[in-house]
């Protein structure tokens, strides 16, 4: 099974943690795992010059070129990303703005990604400093709802952790390896 991993966050620190921790989880299946730290691309932001439009493929040539074709192959996706002023970063949100090409082609030319012989899945973690901070997850989690069906990812679930601000203070939550733990089995269902 092929599997991207997506690290939305800008640092090193808790949203890292939560990542590596599950791709630790699905590497024990031997499964293909492409990680990408979204804060090492350089990608131009979209325009909205519409020169998608016709044809559903981005005119801009960076490296969401490499991005592409992954979110057409991989089979499941791992989401991990802090919460910047109740939504994800700049540098993620970026990367999600450029799926507009998606968007047309699956919407507007009626030509959907071809559904696989089961389901593709997402699995979205998020983290944040604030204690009671919801609806940063309830935001962050529309906008990657909306990325994820628009590439056709139509079955996702959340996990969230509040009031870890200081990179590594996740470590301190008992139940973080058991969460994790469940959240990938689920992931890696073939239902």
């Not at 997506?6 to 590596?20: A, C, D, Q, T, Y």
């Not at 024990?28 to 795992?33: L, N, T």
Request: proline residues 4%; charged residues 25%; glycine residues 6%.
């Amino acid at each position: 099974m092929k599997i991207l991993a997506l690290l939305g966050s800008p640092r090193k620190g808790n949203s890292e943690i939560l990542l590596n921790k599950a791709i630790e989880h699905c590497q024990k299946e031997k499964h293909e795992i492409h990680l990408i730290k979204v804060y090492e691309l350089n990608i131009s932001d979209c325009t909205a010059c519409d020169g998608c439009k016709d044809t559903g493929k981005c005119i801009i040539s960076d490296d969401m070129d490499n991005v592409y074709p992954l979110l057409r192959q991989v089979h499941r996706i791992l989401i991990a990303s802090p919460i910047f002023f109740f939504g994800i970063p700049g540098q993620l949100k970026l990367l999600i703005d450029r799926c507009q090409c998606f968007w047309y082609e699956k919407y507007i030319l009626k030509k959907p990604i071809p559904e696989e012989e089961f389901k593709r899945k997402a699995l979205i973690m998020l983290v944040g400093g604030m204690k009671k901070g919801q609806i940063g997850i309830t935001c962050s989690e529309a906008t990657l709802k909306a990325f994820l069906r628009t590439i056709n990812v139509n079955e996702h679930s959340t996990i969230s952790y509040l009031g870890y601000d200081e990179p590594g203070s996740i470590l301190k939550n008992p139940d973080l390896n058991k969460d994790l733990e469940s959240a990938v089995v689920q992931l890696l269902k073939n239902d």
